[in-house]
């Protein structure tokens, strides 16, 4: 069934076919319509859905992880300042092994406080312990809502699941998304399996305890292969999905005419679809662009990234933040997975778009022009669309 | 109402609340612990936030809990257990469970007074159908006697401290069951350790409501109070007979003063017995500051007071 709808409401639909039994939501720029139309769906009879219409994002995530613990299926949704507020609270749904969905609305971290995109949010709970994934499009962010349900309950994962979606670009915009049937979405989901739920209080269970030296570490070491047994899952389902849906994801990342590409372009979220032109440009020009667009962020697909850059010259990933002091994340990501290959391709690394600021076509190209005249790796920003 | 006999026998059946536990010896959480879920039939489920309670109950792997029981940070205890009693109305409503289960936090003056009252707020605002008893022990035992909004005036904490200048804390104790009383929930108590069967008729009255329900229950913290081991219970009642720590009641908007001392008790014979206002029967200060305390103890006495003349029960 195709619609022309927002991101908002694309997020929105996929929540009320997963119809979760708890929803606790706090508004914020751009993220506000998911809880919005939610809500509708709640006070309309559409969902049975439990809305807790919390007082704050530390709450929010605090409810949800209450609602999970105690054995029900659970959703929620936020953006910057709201991320950072239920930030200490992400981590511990991490390590209780939660499956919470979340969609974040990328936003810009203040200050200056700014509504507007950049990834300063996701960067912010990079190690929290929740998979994430980017999505280019209102139907990705749909479709990888929908995945995201069945990544997160995947008896190998149990990890909280954030679904990216760049705020404004693609929350805001009316785009065509085909929906799944309800049947057809809710057969892909199954039904939510619990596990040790306080709610079956005949088999008492201690939820979130403190461990000393002694136990810590392989609590978290076993945290931690639940998001090594990600890519295998990720795949799984993005298989079964695409089965349902007609649709084709195969892989943790786009790979768009990147197969014999000299010069690469990495880029998270919506970019890519920008990305996609400057590079139909440059071949139309004879020039060998491609560009690589990783749905799957954390855990870090670093082998096959490496893998489907090794023939290229060079390579430009672009972060939509700051790391403060350092590179930008996902650069460092890259860098770090070509570090087995014997031949690398020139790296370098561009900070592009924050706090809103457009990045054209034009803007791409000029990456795509630039890269054949770098001729080392570097250490060092550069910047697209900055005033300096 | 349940008798001691009852109390009693309840602990012996169910145990829900082991003595395989860290606290301190003389510490007071416990009895309050066991005296509430014991006044409880119905199963419960039990949230804490991080404070002495949850950390000498829960060491991984030993648990101390025999009932189900979630920790998950220090303000938020009050949040998940809307998250629990949400999922649970959810379930119940697809048929998944149908047994009535009840859900009580357990949390300390930091978890509640402090960083936990936005969440706390939040939760009675909307209603959530669960008991929260704040363990008030008047400062953060856990981290090692810092000063809360619950610590007393004058009381020496460990941010606190009593100096040349300033004599321990300077400023009065916040009134969070007023505070609470406020959001016009159907059940707001004062309780304290010393008068368990109190406590246990106030639980079991309180079950009685649909919606929050909230007990403020006095519990001696020995070590930070620096009192003798054996002195928890002898401790809240003098806060009791002082009227520094008033039993009471409010339901559905109305109040009850449960316990009114025929005496006027000096608040200096409870100060007398703690470690922590020591200084003020050292100091040339100690006179004025006492009087100070006394006359904010008559005051919210007196304020009590006619509260229960207003909006008595009867009334
Ligand atoms: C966000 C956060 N801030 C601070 C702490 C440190 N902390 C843990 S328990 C605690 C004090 C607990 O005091 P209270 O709630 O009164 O419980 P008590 O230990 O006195 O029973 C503090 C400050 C924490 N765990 N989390
Ligand atoms: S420090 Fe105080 S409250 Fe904490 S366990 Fe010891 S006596 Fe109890
Ligand atoms: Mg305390």
Redesign the interface.
Known sequence: MRKAITGHKAVAEAMRQVEP??V?VYPITPQSEIAEYYADYVHNGLV???L?????E???M???????????R?MTATSSQGLALMV??LY?AAG?RLPIVMALANRSLSAPINIHCDHSDAYLCRDSGAVQIFTESAQEAYDYTLMAQRIAEDMRVRLPVIVNLDGFTLTHTVQPVDLLEDEVAKKFIGEFKPVHP????DH?????????PD?YFE?KRAQQAGMEAVPEVFLEVQREFSRVSGRNYAGFFEAYKAEDAEYVIVVLGSTAGTAKVAVDEMRARGIKAGLLKPWLWRPFPAWEIAEALKNAKAVAVLDRAFSFGTMGALFEDVASALYPLEKRPVLVNYIYGLGGRDTTVPDLVRVFEELPKIEKAEWALRYIGLRE | MPSIKVLAEREEKRVRFTGGHTLCAGCAEPMVVRTVLNAIEDPVVVASPTGCLEVASSRFPATAWNVPWVHVAFENAAAVISGVEAAYKALKKRGLIDRRIRFVVFGGDGGTYDIGLQALSGALERGHDFLYVCLNNEAYMNTGVQRSSATPKCAAATTAPVGEVIPGKPQERKDLTEIVAAHGIPYVAQAAVSHLIDLANKVERAMKYEGPKFINVLTTCPLGWRTPRDSAIQQAKLAVETRYWPLYEVIEGRYKINYKPKERVPIEEWLKTQGRFRHLFRDPRGKELIAQIQAEVDRRWESLLRKEQCFGQEG
């Open positions: 039994d708890v606790a049975r859905t439990e807790i219409p919390v007082e704050s530390h709450s929010a605090s409810a949800c992880i209450g609602a999970a613990a105690a054995g029900g659970v200490e609270v511990i209780l306080l709610l079956d209080v008492p269970v201690t939820w979130g305890p403190f461990a000393m136990y609590l």
